[in-house]
């Protein structure tokens, strides 16, 4: 029975010495590699997380621009469809003078300046601007040009936002390898006559 205490005693010492004396650096070396690994593990699951939030924020972010896009978009074709400005288009391609701007032409300019201001803040990128209403936005400056620098001898901030997305569309198409076409007064007057068309005033008894 002593033997066999000795025996035990031997054995603890022995394991003691291996873990805790002098010999036991091997044990923390190995720990602390052991630690090292589950930290290294932990983090990388820790960025790994963070990763598939920031891509799950940045979808969710994309998201909601197209759809403030779109809201734009369909707003300023409510705008420029609505009966309103319709009118205001009609009158001041029927009975435009050079002399100051009017309160359709003003109608016209502010719906422009509008989008100018959607441009200039990135509200909206001018490529959507060009495919929609270059067309307008060109042929609309042919129109109000004269009365538009006329009323800038006075004050240059009057409708430079139109000004300044004219020359954003000429821009763009210029960008895309595309001819900028000089408007001759035939296609100014067709122009006119088109969109004299997109309101007819109700017939009164």
Known sequence: MLYDNHLLCCYCENISSKYWGEKSSWFWTML??????ATLVFIFRQV?????????????????????????????QEQWWSTRMRRARRTVCE???????????????????????FCEKKMIDPEFIWETY???????WMILKDNVEKIQ???KSYFNGF????????????SKNLAV??????DLTAFRDSEKLCYTPKKTN
């Open 163 to 174: 000004i300044k997305l004219k020359e954003k569309m000429e821009e763009i198409t210029k």
């Open 153 to 155: 001898e006075t004050d």
């Open 48 to 76: 790994k997380i963070q990763n598939r939030q920031i891509s799950i924020q940045n979808k969710q972010l994309k998201d909601q621009v197209n759809i403030n896009i779109v809201t734009i978009l369909n707003s300023l």
């Open 134 to 140: 270059s067309y307008y936005i060109e042929r609309y």
């Open 32 to 37: 602390q590699v052991v630690f090292y690994a």
């Open 181 to 186: 076409i000089k408007i001759l007064d035939k």
């Open 95 to 117: 009975n435009h003078i050079k002399t100051s701007i009017n309160v359709e032409e003003e109608a016209v300019l502010s719906f422009f300046e509008n989008i100018s201001l």
